[in-house]
């Protein structure tokens, strides 16, 4: 990537095409003031007020676009650290492209996407693991998920990783003095305890940090949970009512549902990636055999196992085969169709189940219940707690935790120190890549290209 490309000036649309009400076109970068001036009929942009929003039209080559309010904030205190401007115009497809459209003839190169952040992030405004917050606040489910995603741009992740990083760079700083300067003969020995503390201390802060994880993980991600079972057990009437819609398909058909179907929810807080599968049995068409693999395979995949069985039949062997294959998962059973007559015996059943009608709606609250009781069970978690929910930032800290161990077992075995001060540096550099130091090129990229256009 040349200079000059990098800092050109670029323009986007930044709001859904064609559904609002006004629209906001965004150009960035050294020209934007002049290349919205050549197009803007009203005050000379050239002369107005930095952060002042000014009333005026659009028109191309003497024709009138439309009537807008276009807002000029100058470098450095915008987004991007550049020269800002946005119109924002009556909104509709048309109007708005053909803003665009201008603007791009006039010397504006249409932005990729995220580039708005990128150049944010380029320009030291902030840093990457910031920039990431952006698309996380897009994307947020859940109000839960949407707080954390603030927080962290506001820099709590960050500030927490930059303070840990500097304390171990003043750790390797202290080793590399004294080992440069040796007072006593046992100098190394000395070095050797107090760096292994300081291990033991690094070890501590990034556990505690990584233990936010899994709940992090999933409030951005979802909960994916698999609602599996016979067939006809009630399966799709399930998902319907947690999601209060009818998505599936709902017949008295053993084999309906053939492929999965995945539906969000929100269950109070927590959001769930809903997995409705094919019903499982031993089948001999082709069809259903290959929804039936599937149905094992999101099973495997699945945080969350809901296995239905049906209240008002006895237990068949089919379900003491789910019953033992999803053992091993997170589980909770499901005793569905307790409206009718139950036949199915409870001493069958191994531990807890919850009895529910998904026909008649009755007591899945319970089952909400349920679920919000695993994810949360036993977690007593700070509001102010910094999470970590970001796969990547995830893997770093355990990569750090790697290199911290690797330290630690070359200071108990009595190895020279300065193999143990290459880990804790390795572990100093993954940390540095969750904020984008050093981070390579190809990743800033193909971090930035997973943003929508106009961010
Ligand atoms: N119209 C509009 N709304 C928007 C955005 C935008 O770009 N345009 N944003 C974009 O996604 C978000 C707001 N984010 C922003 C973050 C920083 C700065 C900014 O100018 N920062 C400067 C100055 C801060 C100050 O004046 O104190 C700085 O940090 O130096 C602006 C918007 C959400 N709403
Ligand atoms: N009485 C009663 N019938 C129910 C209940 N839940 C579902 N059913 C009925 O059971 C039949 C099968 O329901 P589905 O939700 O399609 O079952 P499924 O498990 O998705 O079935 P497959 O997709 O074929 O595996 C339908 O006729 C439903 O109306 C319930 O709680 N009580
Ligand atoms: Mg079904």
Same mark, same amino acid.
Request: a negative charge.
């Given at each position: ?11 986007? @649309? ?7 009400? *006004? ?8 020209? =934007?003031? /002049?290349?919205?001036?050549? @197009? ?12 002042? +929003?000014?009333?005026? %039209? !659009? ?48 010397? =504006? ?16 405004? @902030? ?16 109000? /839960?998920?949407?707080? !954390? ?12 990783? /930059? ?26 020995? @000395? ?18 940090? $990584? ?5 992090? /993980?999933?409030?951005?991600?979802? $909960?994916?949970?698999?609602? !599996? ?23 008295? *058909? ?12 929100? +269950? ?6 809903? *997995?409705?599968?094919?019903? *499982? ?20 995949? #699945? ?7 049906? #209240? ?11 019953? &033992? ?6 589980? +909770? ?13 409870? %001493? ?9 009608? =998904?026909?008649?709606?009755?007591? $899945? ?27 990547? %930032? !995830? ?30 540096? &390795? ?29």
């Amino acid at each position: 990537m040349t200079l000059t490309q990098e800092f050109d000036t670029i323009a986007a @649309i930044s709001t859904p095409l064609g559904e609002g009400a *006004i629209s906001i076109v965004r150009l960035s970068g050294s020209d =934007a003031v /002049k290349i919205a001036n050549q @197009i803007f009929r009203g005050k000379n942009l050239e002369n107005v007020v930095s952060h002042t +929003i000014n009333y005026g %039209h !659009i028109v191309d080559n003497g024709e009138l676009v439309d009537e807008v309010m276009l807002t000029l904030m100058r470098a450095p205190k915008t987004f991007t650290r550049e020269d800002v401007v946005e119109i924002n115009t009556h909104g509709g497809i048309a109007v708005t492209q053909e803003i665009l459209q201008t603007l791009l003839r006039s010397g =504006a190169r249409l932005a990729e996407p995220g580039e708005f952040t990128k150049r944010a992030f380029l320009n030291g405004r @902030i840093d990457l693991a910031q920039a990431e917050s952006v698309m996380d606040i897009i994307r947020a489910k859940t109000d /839960k998920a949407a707080s !954390i995603a603030v927080k962290q741009l506001e820099g709590s992740l960050s500030n927490l990783i /930059k303070d840990i990083r500097q304390e171990i760079l003043v750790s390797l700083a202290e080793v590399e003095v004294n080992i440069d300067y040796p007072e006593y003969d046992d100098a190394e020995d @000395i070095t050797s305890s107090v760096l292994l503390d300081k291990v033991k201390h690094f070890q501590v802060l990034l556990s505690g940090l $990584l233990s936010t994880a899994k709940r992090g /993980k999933i409030l951005r991600e979802g $909960l994916k949970t698999a609602i !599996i079972g016979r067939p006809n057990v009630g399966k799709s009437s399930l998902l319907n009512q947690l999601i209060r819609e009818e998505k599936a398909i709902v017949t008295d *058909i053993a084999g309906t549902t053939r492929d999965i179907i995945t539906e969000f929810v929100n +269950i109070g807080g927590v959001p769930l990636e809903l *997995i409705d599968t094919a019903g *499982i049995r031993e089948t001999d068409n082709l069809v259903e055999s290959i929804g039936v693999e599937r149905s094992m395979k999101a099973m495997a995949e #699945a945080d969350l196992v809901l296995l239905v069985l049906n #209240a008002s039949e006895e237990l068949t062997d089919q379900d003491k085969q789910l019953i &033992e294959i999803s053992s091993s998962s997170t589980r +909770i059973i499901l005793l569905n169709k307790t409206d009718l007559p139950q036949k199915l015996d409870e %001493h069958d059943l191994p531990g807890d189940f919850i009895k529910i009608s =998904a026909l008649r709606n009755e007591n $899945l609250d319970s089952v909400e219940g349920a679920i919000n009781k695993i994810f949360f069970s036993g977690e007593i978690v700070a509001q102010d707690a910094t999470t970590l929910s970001n796969s990547r %930032h !995830i893997a770093l800290v355990e990569q750090a935790l790697q290199n911290l161990s690797e330290a630690e077992d070359a200071l108990v075995m009595s190895m020279p120190v300065d193999l143990a001060q290459v880990n804790v540096r &390795e572990a100093w550099e993954n940390l540095g890549e969750i904020i984008g130091d050093n981070a390579p090129d190809e990743l800033i990229t193909q971090l930035f290209t997973q943003f929508c256009l106009g961010k």
